[in-house]
């Protein structure tokens, strides 16, 4: 295949880079040696230094092997040390006595690994707490890679957009396990509380092949807060202008000197009629959820292992005023929309672990899931149930010396489907055993290269062929380049991943049978440091470009009453270019602006066009402020969508017919907090600027005629929306 010369080119590339280097590494972490995530290691007197990543490591050169280097973290004492040789070092810092008065520098909230050779972003806790971050979805407010946009104007349904490209191409993780997908592919992210979050790894292109094969443009692993390491009470109170209401409460305990446990709670509940467009429909749905995970872990010499349960129970109902949860869709007077959805998942963990052989080890990763989903649109009823099974085996070692690492394994994916919707039922069963390795030449800090492949047998599809490539090379200690190209693959579930065009009159149309999506995705990033005086600015540029082999078209353009289903003809591509800066002023303020140019074509009905709802051009400005300790700290950020492309609708009835694009706006969001030793309360604001879209309901005054479409929708719906919340904790 004409592709796999890519893969030829970049090695042949990476043949002429020189491979030098030597490194100062090590970890920091607090008085019970649980490490500190995005603490600052810098060499002192300079800008030349790294942030501590999801483990508490770091590693960098040295200007000057004489110097000493300054560990800093919010909260905790500043230390100097004098390193006596290259380490790696264990570093321990203390807790602060001093007042919240005082003003600090701060470690930095969002970080790239500096040593890492895939493009991952980490967003920390720190970051998180700077929206209101109420689950997954509106955790990437203040992060200019990920785009999140409601998917119609009835269910209140979130999609995210990576690289130009829908959220469905994006592998979304939990711990490595992979969890927004299938039935939840559409309202999963709303499943996971920005309060149970420790960390999101935020990757661009093919992510690993030790994951699956299902990640095409990006992939997302949230970690969540640890039973071994969190605070032993957490409690969250929030409420909004719509009238939301959400109680968090995290409680973590050690049982023994090697067993802690964890027990993570979250409840949300919104009961008010909100028409702020006067259009008779509820601009955002009733809802209410309780929310669980309940987890153990052992921590011994040689194993390692965790168990954990999560249990979900979430109602939704929306469309027309009046309609509320229990009312019967089908013969109630109003439109109404429902979505009742239980979902149980035990999942764990199994290390082995060899001490006099640290670059050893064996894992084994597992999770089972049963997902049941009630649902009405208008008059149709949908049901979807599904059973998933997941493990992988993992072995990792070492070849001859550290320089060169291996990871290899089996895997097993089991997941079996049963839907139904209106008059058509749709069932299927998918066993996919595969396997993998992963080989990685890390000679020193200047460069690493990882190459994996994994083979997968889908029992309806045949053989996944999976091969990836990431690599980065140092020019210098302030210059990186990161180059990477993969290939992947998922089966589609179109029905879950058109629900904005359920809440429409539109018909689904399936012309032939719908093969699996396959895509290859290639590009880089190239990171940089400019030290202007004693301050520095970060650049990360990066471009990525994804071509399909498959794809499955949802078309919205042939008829504006179908959407029409078919195996791509022709081309699909998207170019994704993103240029983004950092700079913190001084001691109390931060920037970051970005700039987001996208090109995505699709193949529609014979046609190359440019595919819908999605911006060419974007940009983001953030704001930050923050005092020692976040005493106070303040957060705004600021957006520009430029025009958009809509369906077609020539063919309904003039008045209504929409615009085959939409103006350009901004969305400006805002926050400030008061810190306490003891937690801290927020009130913050989400689209500031009250930024609607006008009349998203098409036909609105009739729901039950042909040309009734809630599946149009560009903007927000909702308007200005005020919240307001605490947090309190208690530490072990």
């Not at 930050?624 to 077609?648: I, V």
């Amino acid at each position: 295949m004409k592709y796999n010369s890519y893969l030829l080119f970049f090695l042949l590339s990476l043949s002429t880079l020189r491979l030098m280097g030597q490194t100062i590494s090590g970890m920091v972490a607090d008085q019970n040696h649980e490490p500190l995530i995005g603490a600052t290691v810098l060499e002192e007197n300079t800008q030349n230094g790294i942030v501590t990543d999801v483990n508490g490591k770091f590693s960098f050169k040295l200007n000057d092997p004489k110097s000493n280097i300054v560990i800093s973290y919010t909260g905790y004492e500043t230390k100097i040390l004098k390193p006596e040789g290259s380490g790696p070092f264990h570093i321990m810092l203390s807790e602060s006595e001093e007042s919240l008065d005082e003003v600090v520098v701060t470690g930095s909230s969002t970080f790239m690994d500096k040593l890492e050779p895939k493009h991952v972003e980490i967003i920390t806790a720190g970051e998180l707490a700077k929206a209101a971050c109420c689950n997954l979805s509106e955790s990437f407010e203040t992060n200019a890679s990920v785009d999140v946009s409601y998917t119609d104007a009835i269910t209140g349904a979130k999609t995210i957009q990576m690289l130009g490209l829908d959220g469905r191409y994006v592998q979304t993780n939990r711990e490595n396990t992979p969890y927004v997908r299938g039935l939840i592919g559409r309202y999963g992210l709303g499943y996971v509380p920005g309060t149970w979050i420790q960390s999101i790894d935020v990757g661009k292109g093919a992510g690993t092949v030790v994951n699956g094969y299902e990640s095409m443009t990006g992939q997302l692993n949230v970690e969540l807060k640890k039973p071994e390491s969190s605070e032993k009470l957490y409690l969250n109170g929030y409420v909004n202008s719509f009238g939301r209401v959400e109680i968090n409460a995290n409680h973590a305990t050690d049982l023994s000197d090697k067993w802690s446990t964890g027990l993570l709670l979250h409840t949300n509940y919104l009961g008010t009629e909100i028409d702020g467009n006067d259009d008779g429909f509820m601009d955002l749905p009733k809802s209410r959820q309780i929310n669980f995970i309940n987890r153990y872990k052992y921590d011994g010499e040689r194993l390692k292992s965790q168990i954990g349960l999560q249990v979900i129970r979430d109602e939704k109902a929306g469309g027309q005023l009046g309609y509320d949860f229990g009312d019967d869709f089908q013969t109630t007077p109003e439109y109404g929309f429902m979505n009742q959805t239980t979902r149980a998942e035990v999942f764990g963990k199994v290390g082995v672990l060899f001490p006099s052989k640290p670059y050893q080890g064996l894992g084994f990763i597992y999770s089972g899931s049963y997902t049941d989903i009630e649902a009405g649109f208008g008059r149709d009823a949908y049901s979807g149930k599904e059973k998933t099974i997941y493990g992988t085996l993992i072995y990792q070692n070492i070849i001859g010396n550290s320089f060169h690492q291996y990871k290899t394994g089996v895997s097993l994916l089991y997941d079996d489907f049963d839907e139904a919707y209106a008059d058509s039922a749709f069932a299927r069963t998918e066993v996919v055993p595969g396997a993998y390795f992963e080989y990685s030449f890390l000679p020193g800090d200047d460069f690493s290269l990882i190459l994996g492949n994994r083979v997968d047998f889908h029992n309806l599809y045949g053989t996944f062929y999976t091969p990836r490539l990431h690599t980065r090379y140092a020019f210098n200690d302030n210059m990186a380049i990161r180059l990477a190209i993969g290939r992947g693959y998922r089966v589609g579930n179109p029905l879950v991943e058109n629900i904005n065009s359920l809440v429409s009159n539109r018909q689904f149309v399936v012309t032939e049978n719908l093969d699996p999506e396959i895509s290859w995705n290639m590009g880089g990033s190239l990171t940089s440091t400019i030290n202007i005086g004693n301050k520095k600015i970060d650049l990360i540029g990066d471009y990525f470009y994804t071509t399909f082999e498959n794809q499955l078209i949802y078309d919205m353009d042939q008829n504006s009453s179908q959407v029409t289903i078919y195996n791509l003809d022709g081309q699909s591509y998207a170019h994704s270019f993103q240029v983004e800066a950092k700079y913190q002023l001084n001691e109390l303020f931060g920037f970051k602006t970005a700039y987001k140019y996208y090109d995505v074509r699709t193949t529609i009905n014979g046609e190359l066009r440019k595919a819908p709802f999605i911006s060419r051009d974007r940009l983001f400005l953030n704001a930050s402020y923050a005092t020692k300790y976040d005493k106070w700290k303040a957060d705004a950020t600021l957006q520009w969508f430029g025009t958009k492309r809509l369906p077609n609708t020539s063919d309904k009835p003039t008045e209504f017919q929409v615009s085959n694009s939409t103006p350009d706006f901004f969305l400006l969001n805002a926050q400030v907090s008061r810190g306490f030793r003891w937690g801290n309360i927020y009130l913050g604001s989400e689209n500031l600027l009250n930024f609607k879209q006008e009349n998203p309901i098409v036909d609105a005054e009739n729901p039950f005629g042909n040309d009734f479409d809630a599946s149009l929708v560009w903007a927000p719906i909702a308007g200005r929306m005020i919240y307001a919340g605490i947090k309190y904790r208690i530490e072990r």
